[in-house]
């Protein structure tokens, strides 16, 4: 059991997570993984781009994995852009790498991955978007 009551978890994640794993994150400026790593980055946060088919998203190298981007970056949070059947195998890479907590994005979840990564001591949130909840909470939350 977390000991974060999931009334608490956006607001903690937001204020502890501050290195950020995007998987998924577009290059092109009209897609929203794209629109919502910058108002991340734009906001204070480290983005760390993870997608194989790029070297370079908002200034930041790229990563083909999760798991190789640990191996040069501290990852906090994993921010998922991918569809909901995809998530397992990223769950089971942010537990691998000790990330502090998972973000599945709106329209996205995984019930049985997001058991799995809360059984491994993650933090996780599913099928909200990280750009809106940051918005809502920013005034109150102090980040």
Known sequence: MNPIPPAERVAHI?????TIAVVGLSPKPHRASFDVARY???????????????????????????LEAAQHEA??????????????PIVD??????????????GVAHPAAAAKAEGAGLLVVQDKCIKVEYARLSATIGV
């Open 14 to 18: 937001l204020t502890h997570c501050r």
């Open 40 to 66: 991340m980055q734009v906001n204070g946060y480290r983005i760390i781009p993870v997608n194989p088919n790029v070297a370079e998203v908002l200034g930041e190298k790229s990563y083909p994995t999760l």
């Open 75 to 88: 990852i906090d949070l994993v921010n998922c852009f991918r569809n909901s059947e995809d998530i397992p």
């Open 93 to 106: 890479e942010a537990i691998a790498i000790g990330a502090k907590a998972v973000w599945m994005q709106l």
